[in-house]
């Protein structure tokens, strides 16, 4: 094929994305209003283990929701469904990022449990998208949601990463052409933007916190940064208590590493992959990114799971059963707050604070050198019974 021949495929390849994306913004106009949990009679808890560590954390996050939640089972308001063949195996031998029935058995849930899932590589020998970014686009999941506290160093980051927009919209939809010419595209729409945008707003009131920051490239990615930027800004006259700033996400980087300035930052709201690093970087400040819990939220579904990957090597090296069930934890916490189950939230987060701030008697390494993640969950089961524990503890925090 000659260059101009190229250049011809890659435009017919290129109108057939803008073609996808405009049937997203007409969807995005027409959206579901979001789904009020205190007015369903039964709601359906779909968990997946996923890949690697996955089924390990996933299970003793289960039992801990179980516990919790038993009394709710038995009346059958709350229904846990397995969903089964959401593993890498699947997916390779379906060729799709998720097989059809896995996809139907999500869409029959109203909120997933989901572990980490390993995504291929270009090169792995298979083509298949990122099971994560395809859930989240298939079942418009456009509000991940992770919080990040640190209180001894003044730390209470919540980031409304974008995610279904960006650099990921059409990851996997680049362009090779030939002599070593590669394209990816990345996507913003107002629509998708104000919604993210609106999500963390809110929050900043309902919070109490009042500040939102605003995070972008919008110096040099002008179009599709500069759109998100402008958003915020021109939707800051809506919430006139609400302090809002921006930064760029290079320097922002380094301030999460600066004690003087981390501590001003409180809600963030950013593009998909800026999201998706700097999550990383703060999930480390807190203890490590198996500490840190997400939560994937549209008007309809919501998934939540461990901000990281499923760490084939852990499993490789015979330590699955060492790995920090933290991060399924904390997803399940958000997991509850986003059912109405605001109390056993609660309880659950003052647990794992407790296990991992105070009480500390199960500390997890990921090595067998630490606790597994079944002697830690049962101790985090113990914890949320013990009244007289979370007595002192509040007395420590106050003091
Ligand atoms: C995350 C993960 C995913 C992402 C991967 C597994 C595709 O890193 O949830 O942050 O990049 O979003
Ligand atoms: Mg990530």
């Not at 330590?319 to 958000?334: F, G, H, I, N």
């Amino acid at each position: 094929m000659n260059r101009q021949e190229e250049i011809k495929q890659a435009q017919e390849h290129f109108a057939r994305l803008l073609d996808e994306q405009y049937a997203r913004i007409d969807n995005m106009r027409q959206a579901d209003r979001p789904v009020d949990y205190t007015m369903k009679e039964k709601i359906i808890i779909g968990v997946g283990g996923g890949d690697g560590i996955g089924p390990y954390i996933t299970a003793w996050a289960k039992e801990v929701l179980d516990f919790l939640l038993a009394d709710e089972v038995k009346a059958g308001r709350i229904v846990f469904r397995e969903i089964e063949d959401l593993t890498l195996e699947e997916r390779i031998k379906a060729g799709k990022a998720i097989p059809d029935g896995p996809l139907e058995a999500l869409k029959m849930c109203d909120v997933i449990l989901k572990g980490p899932t390993t995504t291929p590589r270009a090169g792995d020998g298979v083509n298949v998208e990122s099971a994560n970014v395809a859930m989240r686009r298939e079942l418009d999941l456009f509000a991940n949601v992770r919080p990040v506290k640190v209180p001894q160093l003044g730390i209470d980051w919540t980031f409304y990463r974008e995610n279904t927009e960006g650099a990921y919209a059409v990851g996997s939809k680049g362009i090779e052409l030939a002599d070593g010419l590669g394209v990816d595209f990345t996507i913003t729409t107002q629509a998708g933007s104000e919604r993210i945008i609106r999500a963390a707003f809110d929050y900043a009131v309902r919070s109490g916190q009042n500040r939102l920051t605003v995070v972008t490239k919008a110096n040099v990615i002008k179009t599709t940064d500069g759109m998100f930027l402008q958003t915020a800004k021109q939707m800051a006259g809506e919430y006139p208590q609400v302090v809002l700033d921006d930064w760029y996400i290079d320097i922002m980087t380094a301030k999460l590493l600066d004690d003087k300035r981390r501590r001003d930052f409180k809600v963030v709201v950013l593009p998909n992959l800026y999201g998706d690093i700097i999550t990383d970087e703060a999930a480390e400040i807190q203890g490590g990114v198996g500490t840190a819990g997400s939560a994937n939220i549209g008007n309809r579904y919501a998934m939540f799971e461990a901000i990281h990957g499923s760490a084939p090597r852990m499993v490789e090296e015979g330590r699955a059963a060492y790995a920090d069930p933290s991060s399924m934890l904390r997803a399940c916490v958000m997991l509850l707050e986003h059912i109405g189950q605001i109390e056993k939230a609660a309880q659950l987060a003052m647990a794992l604070d407790i296990c991992t701030l105070y009480d500390r008697q199960f500390v997890i390494t990921g090595r067998k050198d630490g606790s597994s993640a079944e002697a830690f969950c049962k101790y985090v089961m113990q914890v949320v019974q013990d009244k007289e524990l979370a007595h002192r503890y509040a007395q420590y925090t106050q003091s």
